[in-house]
């Protein structure tokens, strides 16, 4: 039971990178063909990453966490995870690159990784959980 619950958590888990990794891809293509076609690059990454948030809710939902709730509960999750994924994102960068003073690919990269793995709690135990189960999932984790 225990293996099956492992392999069961890292197919979810393969699924969740597999969609933020498309989602990641949508955001910059959008980007590129925007740039391309003359907008200004901070208009053209403030529209990809709408593109890249839509594209990710939907395979996050739909995908990876094969969740059945209705938009109307996990679109305001998801638009809060969001925010609290960017203040985070936002937040580590400055401590590790200012404060600490690492050098910016390595406190994006390490920034990054912290922010993909509380992605993945806050979607599991927030965005995607079944309404009325909150306490018997959280209680068995």
């Known amino acids: 039971m225990l293996r099956m619950l492992n392999s069961a958590r890292l197919a979810e888990l393969f699924r969740f990178i597999a969609s933020g990794g498309t989602a990641t891809l949508s955001h910059w293509l959008t980007m590129a063909l925007l740039i391309m076609a003359g907008t200004a690059p ?66 994006q990269f390490l920034t990054t990784a912290f922010v993909a793995l509380l992605s993945y709690w806050l979607y599991r135990h927030m965005v995607f959980i079944e309404p009325g189960i909150a306490n018997v999932r959280n209680s068995s984790d």
């Not at 305001?76 to 937040?91: E, F, G, M, T």
């Open 42 to 107: 901070s208009m053209a990454t403030a529209i990809g990453a709408v593109v890249g948030a839509v594209m990710n809710y939907l395979l996050q939902k739909a995908y990876a966490f094969r969740s059945s709730n209705r938009h109307r509960f996990a679109l305001p999750r998801y638009v809060a995870a969001c925010v609290l994924l960017w203040l985070a994102n936002l937040l580590l960068f400055v401590l590790l690159h200012r404060l600490l003073t690492l050098p910016v690919v390595s406190a």
